[in-house]
């Protein structure tokens, strides 16, 4: 593709994923999406075959640059599970804060999807959301956590409860409500975590 064709490219995926962002993929057109990006329909159609082709393109794009802040912020975390666990929730809130916050964009357009399972989209999500729960079982993992992958399981259930009722409620205090709840978890899980690892051990 040539370079102009490129940055096109792009400015479509950077308009696409902001209107769906803010209103939802259903109330977005791709006349919409044509006038945000300044471009023909008939640019449109020809990088993208269809608004489900686009969307499923958008969050593909936004996985590599979520998933890479993630990581950046994994590797500021240290010290004990519940450190991690108490840092990460702190972060969510801080998330929370920013103007015109609307949480996960992948859950948020995933929901609109959810009578359509074999819709691409859905498929990039369901594999951003997994890797992002994997990241959290090796973080937890370098930190000593017994049994990481289904701590982080449920520790990631409660960080996406926490962002939906922060959503409906408009307060950051779910943030620290699961953030407790999680170092809670944690505490209770490792005694029974870890000797259940030592029984299959042994």
């Avoid at 926490?162 to 407790?180: D, F, Q």
């Amino acid at each position: 593709m040539p370079r102009s064709g490129e940055r096109t490219h792009q400015r479509i995926l950077d308009a696409a994923y902001g209107l769906f962002r803010r209103k939802g993929f259903t109330r977005v057109s791709m006349d919409d999406i044509a006038a945000a990006t300044g471009v023909t329909k008939r640019t449109l159609y020809h990088h993208f075959a269809s608004k489900d082709a686009l969307l499923a393109a958008v969050l593909g794009a936004q996985h590599a640059l979520a998933l890479a802040a993630f990581k950046t912020f994994g590797d500021r975390l240290s010290g004990a599970p519940e450190q991690m666990v108490s840092a990460m929730f702190e972060d969510l809130a801080v998330w929370s804060d920013t103007p015109r916050w609307a949480g996960s964009g992948f859950t948020r357009l995933v929901v609109e999807l959810a009578d359509l399972p074999g819709h691409p989209a859905r498929l990039v999500a369901r594999r951003h959301k997994a890797l992002l729960e994997k990241h959290l079982a090796d973080l937890l993992g370098q930190a000593g956590a017994a049994e990481p992958a289904d701590i982080a399981r449920e520790i990631w259930l409660l960080s996406e409860g926490a962002i939906t009722l922060m959503l409906v409620h408009g307060h950051r205090r779910y943030a620290a409500a699961a953030g407790r709840a999680a170092v809670k978890l944690l505490r209770s899980s490792l005694p029974a975590r870890r000797a259940t690892t030592a029984r299959r051990k042994g």
